[in-house]
Nanobody, 120 residues
Framework: VQLQASGGGLVQPGGSLRLSCAASGSIFSGNVMAWYRQTPGKQRELVATITSAGSTNYADSVKDRFTVSKNNAKNTVYLQMNSLKPEDTAVYYC???????????????WGQGTQVTVSS
């Protein structure tokens, strides 16, 4: 199983970044794909999900600023992050899982993550 996140970096407040996650076909196909983020000392936070049908869901803290999308032909999920704030600073991870009764359940596959730092 492969989940390789990339695209992080240092950006000024108000700026944009696009994260990518290359997933192995076995984990990408038919599953919900998700982005999480984590800061030191805090639990991992679910940021966005996209189902195999393309339905999306977002945490309130990123709604209207972040957009999750995917390219099925490339087994790749993206996270477009606009209007970035210092509180968006975190390591971002992609993940696969499923929905049950409106709750998202992640498989225990995380990959290495990519650091996003929002600072002037």
């Amino acid at each position: 199983v492969q989940l390789q996140a990339s695209g992080g970096g240092l950006v000024q407040p108000g700026g944009s970044l696009r994260l990518s996650c290359a997933a192995s076909g076995s984990i990408f196909s038919g599953n919900v794909m998700a982005w999480y983020r984590q800061t030191p000392g805090k639990q991992r936070e679910l940021v966005a999900t996209i189902t195999s049908a393309g339905s999306t869901n977002y945490a309130d803290s990123v709604k209207d600023r972040f957009t999750v999308s995917k390219n099925n032909a490339k087994n790749t999920v993206y996270l477009q992050m606009n209007s970035l704030k210092p509180e968006d600073t975190a390591v971002y991870y992609c993940n696969a899982g499923w929905y049950y009764s409106a709750s998202y359940y992640p498989y225990d596959y995380w990959g290495q993550g990519t650091q996003v730092t929002v600072s002037s």
